[in-house]
């Protein structure tokens, strides 16, 4: 009998002793992120959650490089040197299929971003704007017009162009609320129309909810103010070839006569000389709007503008050199011009120079200039006049004469509106080469894509009623989200 | 006991042997098996004294006794011991013969041993012997073959790289398949912990050489005793002891050559001009020659073969030195061992240095205890990227496919002898079209990339037995390893091009483990057994790590982490924990040893699962029949040749929670960047209702042994369910989620048999053949994914060729259907979604390409839309074939793997009939060239990466992966116990072995066994610009003193 008090005594002591386990180790508390449930607690977090916005956007996989390079290489203007299907090859030839990384990384950037915001607002209305107090409405600002700005990314690059059907075509998937958790996979698409509608909502929020000055240069020109939503605007419509609404807006931040610069808000202007504005970071007045990098976050492998258009010589990668058939063979492109300053030539190649700055690429990338919102407002007034229109002229010669002082415009340079809107298509190709605008002006006036070459291998035109016209929407989306489909 | 005590006995013991008196003579012999079999590790003891040793794995052995040795006791584990007197004789022939075999033989379980009769669980256990000398850096990767039931594929010829290593089929989609590995009681750490481009597998800490056992836990009723970690299948590592008896100092060495075997035949210049310039004559305008011949510094043609600059012989040797023995009260097993192995990629190696002690000690009848440690260094060294680890795939300094797809009419040298190299690309010499892949051979001379670890397992043991049917034991055991990642890329060309970087980052892995039983062993009234086991157990893991990475280099004179550097980044931030404490209990019973009960029950509670769901209950029912022991079955006739039949079957429930994130059940905002400020974003979407996934388990065999166990054998049915199965359920881009939670929804099994058979068909005298054989039937069968996900793919880098989807087996090829080369146009002919047959023409116009067989214009093929399951790649049956020849003192074993039923993407293949400035193979030789060729090979058009499968995987490029290896042929030589007298050594066996050294199979790649993905579990079946399996030969000397 003592023998099994014993054993029973040993046994239960050992049980009490080790059956014990420590409670709060089991229930641990991550040191590393922060609790989603803390993330609007403070006036910084909420900051550094419009930040996180800002962040998501400036991903290489869309304004920290490709987006602009997907636009240019399409149009007429580069030559792929480079075979490899992971750099930007596809969308040079047209190749481009639905479960290549392309449309997937762009789609699924574009829609993270789009998800950042979201979350971010429902957050502020759910008590993040009782933190953020007097800050509210313009961080609301911040995160509407990255909304929009991620919804134009994603209808003009998978969506058939506003003048198709005038906006009755397949739009996207709008997705206004943050998603947190599974069982939101399915979503029908809207149209067009109905996307443009929200993106203008967004934008018009933002124009009335963001700072009108901000002091500092780099603020300015990494986050958004009034005028950038406004200048952003001027180029939605345009998409919509909604030619007074674009009137409308510029004229916001485009005084009538020249020099040309912004009334309100943010003194925005053409700069004096347009090389000034590649020289890696400026925050020159004229750029309203750009992505910013740093040592620490650079813009990643294989997204970097200046890796694909340096050639090796200057450390890139030269992946794509300039067509000589493209636009700078325009002989009215003359040599004086400071925009021939931005190009160089490597192995009797031409190469764009204006990402310059070597690795790791730092250079800022350029959304939205004000040359651009000059240049918006010239082709709408010129649209909307049967004769040559002075103010286009005007606006046109400002940003010719800026860069060629050979070549003053007036309105007796042009036979009639036809010659002037050719003239002002040739200069924003001119002025934005390697600032992805070019295939947005193909794609939204209906034109062909050009027909090019490289060593033999030639891309026939592509008609705007070609598949290949639009990128097809990620296989990801249409396997997951059977509403929607290319 | 205290470190002193313990060194003052193994000080006593080794004086002991030193002093020896001159009263002495010597004794050798040979200790065998009923069969005649050598038995190994038998004890050989003079009775009455401490003088004594253990044999060999000849089963010889030879002391000096003392010339008043009255008599010998013999015994073994598994065998009965005998008495011999030893009169004048001194040689010794015995013969253990047990007529109780099976009842003595002690199996390993978990938590514990068992008497190999009352297990009524499927464990196979495989001797460490078996492995010891083979020349690979980790047990695992040589255990193919021994095991039913164990699939094991080594992926390729890095070294150290973890084998896919699966017990019963693929039992995770999204967590891992790995089993649970455990080293003398302590979990350990598992699969490739390197952050370099060296593999690094953490099983190699274990010198094979200290390892005594493997037992294989395969069924509910051995693996539901470790509840949550169970579900792949266990390995239970036993490492070495000393025995009882004279110190016995052993020496183990080998040295041997490895190299690449059945590389791709690849076009020579000549050859690669010929072709590459019909491509450009082929295009619709037809363009001039670029490819055009450089003569080199000894006038002729360049022609430079590739595998010279990234393939070798690699050089191998291997060290063991280990002392064992012990007095009655202790014992102790000390070893040291060396190893250094070249890869047959240049500069990719592994070295080790470890130190193992293991002690035990019975300080009085009540109480005893022991330590085991180990320290193990090891150092695994990379220059370039091999192109060849899960990931590298498409690695642009991947060296597998540049050997293959540099054009061999350029050299890695200019004509002055330096670097070939134009920017970051290899120039192009007299080509006129520029060759936009790396130079490897400047990466190679100046690149390292190396993972060092620094890995300390050791533990301690208390136990203490009160009364005789009691056992209490506490044994707390550590893990700790650190893995130092050191890289430097050059600026010359690559990955540091053009100012150069380097990254170093310490990673730490720490884990302890705590477990306390209690064990009663009782028989009632004789015939009724039983054995009751109760444990806790706490096994806590930690890990972080920090680094360094730098870019720009100061001057070209720096080439490490210290030197000159003008930026710096943070590299390998890390920081985790998790904690998991159990309860668990077993208990087994038979009745006269005729039949069997067991259960066993493990609650564990895991830091992962969100507040009230960490708790899940795990356990298992087994029963088994010894019907041999019936007395109508034995008295019966077919009891006379049926020696031993005994019935088993068992059903449980375990667990599975590795790689479960941390904090998989917590949403969180991370800080991050945006222009040098800080940043807040939604990082992760936790879900808190996670929980464990569970596999119930369903086991049923029969072992039985023909002809008094001449024959023996084991045969098993099992299916494996596997519910609640965690997946990441993919959510629609569009939701913009940062990540695809985890959640318990989907469902899949695995079921097949199991077959071994053994025998010793011959045994005489001299000559003795010992076989076996084993063949696993396994089926695996997704049944349900996530609602609303229809299927899941799984990419291999860039490419996706496996797709997950229910009612297939996981991991099905998923590719375009292609049908050939149409004769008339030369172009190949794909199989779009609606089934209609599309050719391709490279030289058409964009847009204009694909067209019908007719000739009028078909949509593109979109791999989004038009990529179908083909092809399953998951092996359905495998097995090995060993066979061990004895005659007298030669010994030879021939062991055949085998795996069959399965399909591999041969992507490389894709790589080298690829038509952009690529090399390609001689196969491409055989192209299309004018109507009404029928081959397999299209026209040749300049830049075309699309008829054969690089720009989307085709079926083409298909291949079946069964095969038949010759997996290891290994011829010794034992000397005479005699002539080993002579040379004062008690014994020496001198081999030479091969690995790899043949393969039967139609797979055209270099070999079939391959995994371009490691061992993920939804993308095998891959071999995408993989280096193949090298061959192997060693020789090898074991010396015992």
């Known amino acids: 009998m003592k023998k099994y008090m014993l054993k029973l005594a040993l046994l239960s002591g050992v049980t009490m002793v080790l059956f014990s386990c420590q409670k709060s180790t089991l229930n641990p508390t991550s040191t590393t992120a922060l609790d989603d449930k803390t993330a609007f607690a403070t006036l910084d977090r909420i900051d550094g959650q419009v930040k996180g916005i800002y962040a998501a956007i400036k991903s290489g996989q869309v304004l920290g490089g490709r987006y602009f390079l997907y636009n240019d290489a399409r149009a007429e203007n580069l030559v792929s040197e480079d075979p490899n299907r992971v750099t930007v090859r596809a969308p040079w030839e047209f190749s481009v299929g639905s479960s290549d990384d392309e449309p997937r990384n762009l789609w699924s950037n574009a829609y993270s971003t789009i998800n950042r915001a979201n979350l971010f607002l429902d957050g502020m209305e759910a008590g993040g704007n009782a933190v953020a107090g007097a800050k509210a409405t313009e961080f609301q600002g911040e995160a509407r017009f990255l909304r929009g700005l991620s919804y134009y990314i994603l209808v003009t690059t998978f969506a058939r162009p506003y003048w198709d059907g005038n906006g009755s075509k397949r739009g996207l998937p709008l997705r206004l609320k943050g998603i947190k958790g599974p069982g939101f996979n399915e979503l029908a698409p809207v149209t067009v129309a109905e996307v443009y509608t929200q993106i203008l909502q967004d934008l018009d929020f933002a124009e009335t909810n963001l700072a009108a000055t901000v002091a500092d240069a780099t603020a300015r020109t990494t986050r958004a103010h009034k005028n950038t939503a406004i200048a952003l605007k001027t180029r939605v419509y345009l998409s919509m070839r909604d030619y007074p609404k674009v009137i409308t807006e510029a004229n916001k931040i485009v005084s009538t006569t020249a020099p040309f610069k912004a009334p309100s808000g943010v003194a925005n202007a053409l700069a004096a000389n347009i090389t000034n504005l590649f020289t890696g970071t400026s925050t020159d007045l004229e750029n309203i709007f750009s992505m910013p990098f740093t040592v620490n976050d650079a813009p990643g492998t294989q997204n970097q503008l200046g890796h694909y258009y340096r050639p090796s010589s200057a450390g890139g990668q030269g992946i794509f050199s300039l067509n000589a058939n493209g636009v700078i063979g325009d002989t009215k492109w003359t040599k004086a011009d400071d925009r021939r300053k931005l190009i160089d030539t490597a192995s009797s190649k031409s190469y764009l120079k204006k990402f310059n700055s070597g690795s790791p690429w730092l250079d800022f990338a350029p959304v939205i200039r004000y040359s651009e919102v000059m240049l918006n407002l010239a082709e709408a007034l010129a649209r909307g006049n049967a004769g040559v229109d002075a103010r286009a002229v005007e606006l046109l010669n400002a940003v010719r004469n800026r860069s060629d002082k050979t070549t003053t415009y007036t309105t007796a340079s042009f036979a009639n509106q036809a010659e002037l809107l050719v003239a002002i298509l040739q200069e924003r190709n001119i002025e934005f080469l390697g600032e992805g605008i070019r295939s947005l002006d193909i794609w939204r006036l209906g034109l062909d894509f050009p027909t090019k070459s490289s060593g033999g291998f030639i891309v026939t035109a592509i008609p705007s009623t070609s598949p290949a016209y639009i990128f097809p929407i990620s296989s990801d989306e249409t396997r997951l989200n059977p509403l929607i489909s290319n | ?1041």
């Open chain 2, 1 to 1041: 006991m205290s470190m002193r005590k313990t060194l003052t006995l193994i000080f006593g013991m080794l004086l002991l042997t030193g002093t020896m008196l001159a009263q002495t003579k010597a004794i050798s012999g040979k200790v065998t098996d009923a069969q005649g079999a050598p038995i190994p590790n038998a004890s050989v003891l003079v009775k009455g004294a401490n003088t004594g040793t253990t044999t060999d794995a000849t089963g010889s052995f030879s002391f000096t006794a003392p010339a008043s040795a009255k008599a010998l006791v013999i015994s073994a584990v598994g065998y009965g011991s005998t008495e011999i007197s030893v009169g004048n004789k001194t040689v010794f022939d015995i013969s253990l013969k047990s007529s109780d075999k099976e009842l003595q033989e002690v199996v390993v379980v978990g938590y514990g041993t068992q008497k190999k009769s009352s297990v009524t669980a499927n464990i196979t256990t495989v001797k460490g012997a078996v492995l010891a000398d083979k020349p690979a850096p980790s047990f695992d990767a040589s255990l193919g073959g021994r095991a039913a039931g164990v699939q094991i594929t080594v992926p390729n010829g890095v070294v150290n790289n973890p084998p896919v290593f699966r017990i019963r089929g693929t039992n995770s989609i999204n967590l891992s398949s790995y089993p649970l590995i455990v080293i003398d009681g302590i979990p350990t750490f598992t699969g490739d912990v390197s952050g370099s481009l060296a593999a690094s597998n953490a099983l190699a800490s274990i010198n094979p050489a200290d390892i005594e056992s493997m037992d294989i836990l395969k069924d509910a009723a051995a693996t539901a005793i470790y509840g949550s970690r169970g579900a792949n299948g266990v390995v239970l590592i036993t490492t070495k002891k000393g025995k009882r008896g004279k110190a016995k100092v052993t020496y183990d060495g080998w040295a041997g050559w490895t190299k690449p075997t059945r590389l791709w035949d690849m076009m020579n210049a000549e050859e690669y001009m010929t072709v590459k310039n019909e491509g450009l004559a082929n295009l619709a305008i037809p363009a001039a020659p670029r490819y055009l011949p450089t003569p080199g510094p000894d006038g002729q043609t360049i022609n430079t073969d590739w595998y010279d600059y990234a393939y070798r012989t690699g050089f191998s040797h291997s060290h063991n030195v280990a002392i064992s023995g012990g007095s009655e009260a202790t014992t102790f097993y000390f070893s040291a061992g060396y190893t250094d192995q070249q890869g047959m990629i240049l500069k990719n190696s592994f070295n080790r240095k470890n130190i193992r002690f293991n002690v035990d000690h019975k300080i009085n009848k009540i109480l005893s205890g022991g330590m085991n440690a180990n320290y193990s260094n090891e150092l695994n060294k990379a220059a370039a990227n091999s192109g060849s680890l899960p990931g590298a795939s498409f690695a642009s300094a991947g060296l597998a496919r540049l050997a293959l797809t540099l054009p061999p009419n350029v050299s890695p040298y200019k004509n002055d002898g330096t670097y070939n190299t134009s920017g970051n690309a290899i120039g192009r010499m007299n080509n006129t079209e520029n060759i936009s892949f790396w130079n490897p051979v400047p990466i190679i001379d100046n690149n390292y990339s190396n993972a060092e670890n620094d890995h300390i397992q050791g533990n301690v043991y208390l136990q203490l037995k009160p009364i005789p049917d009691v056992t209490l034991r506490t044994n707390y055991g550590i893990d700790y390893l650190n893995v130092d990642n050191r890289q430097f890329a050059t600026p010359i060309i690559g990955d540091g091009f053009p100012t150069g970087a380097s990254f170093g980052n310490l990673q730490k892995n720490k884990r302890w483990v705590w477990t306390t039983t209690a064990q009663y062993d009782h028989t009632f009234f004789e015939k009724h057994a039983l054995s009751v086991l109760v444990g806790t157990e706490q096994q806590r893991t930690t890990n972080e790590g920090y680094g360094l990475s730098r870019s720009q280099l100061s001057d070209p004179f720096y080439t490490n982490l210290q030197g000159g550097w003008l930026l710096n980044n943070t590299s390998g931030l890390a920081l985790g924990e998790n904690y998991l404490w159990s309860g668990f209990s077993r208990l087994n019973y038979d009745f006269d040893r005729k039949y069997f009960l067991s259960g066993t029950f493990r609650r564990d509670g895991y830091s992962a699962f969100a507040d009230g769901l960490e708790y899940g209950n795990f356990y298992s029912f087994s029963g088994g029949w010894d019907v041999a022991q019936e007395k109508f079955f034995a008295n019966s006739a077919i009891g006379r040749v049926v020696n031993s039949l005994r019935l088993r079957g068992s059903y449980g429930t375990t667990g599975n929670i590795s790689g479960i994130g941390n904090f998989a059940s917590n949403s969180f905002y991370s800080a991050g960047t945006y222009n040098g400020q800080a940043t807040l974003a939604f990082s992760q979407a936790g879900n808190p209702d996670l929980t464990w996934e569970t596999s119930k388990k369903t086991d049923i065999g029969f072992t039985f042994g023909l002809f008094n166990d001449k024959i023996t054998g084991e045969i098993a049915y099992y299916k494996n369910d596997v519910d609640g199965l965690l997946l990441n359920v993919p959510m629609a881009p569009s939701t913009g989620m940062p990540n695809n939670p985890l959640t318990n929804i989907g469902a899949m099994y695995n079921k097949g048999i199991e077959v071994t058979l053994s025998a010793t068909p011959i045994s005489s005298k001299d000559f003795r053949w010992s076989t076996s054989f084993n063949y696993t039937y396994n089926d695996n069968k997704v049944t349900t994914l996530a609602p609303g996900v229809p299927f899941i793919t799984s990419a291999t880098s860039l490419e996706t060729v496996n797709i997950t989807m229910p009612n297939y087996p996981i991991s099905y090829l998923y590719v375009i259907p292609t049908a050939g080369v149409n004769p008339q146009t030369g172009q190949r002919i794909f199989v779009n979604a609606k089934g209609e047959k599309v050719q391709y023409n490279h030289a058409a116009a964009a847009g204009s390409r694909y067209t019908y067989l007719d000739g009028t214009l078909a949509p593109a093929i979109d791999a989004g839309k038009d990529q179908v399951p083909l092809y399953n790649s998951i092996p359905r049956f495998y097995g090995g074939f060993d066979n061990n020849f004895s005659y007298r003192n030669f010994d030879l074993n021939v062991l055949l793997t085998y795996q069959g039923g399965f399909y591999v993407y041969n992507g490389t293949q894709a790589s080298i009939r690829d038509q952009r400035f690529w090399n390609s193979e001689k196969a491409v030789l055989r192209r299309w060239q004018k109507v009404g060729d029928v081959t397999d090979i299209p026209r040749v058009v300049y830049g075309d990466n699309v008829s054969n499968g690089s720009a989307n995987p085709i079926s083409e490029n298909v291949q079946k992966g069964d095969f038949i290896k010759l997996r290891n042929v290994a011829l010794g030589y034992t000397l005479p116990a005699k002539a080993s007298q002579k040379l004062g050594i008690a014994s020496a066996r001198f081999y030479v072995s091969g690995q790899n050294l043949g393969i039967i199979t139609k797979y055209k790649g270099p070999d079939p066994e391959v995994s371009s993905n490691g061992n993920g579990n939804g993308n095998q079946g891959v071999d995408r610009n993989t280096v193949g399996n090298a061959i192997t030969g060693t020789i090898g000397l074991t010396v015992g003193f």
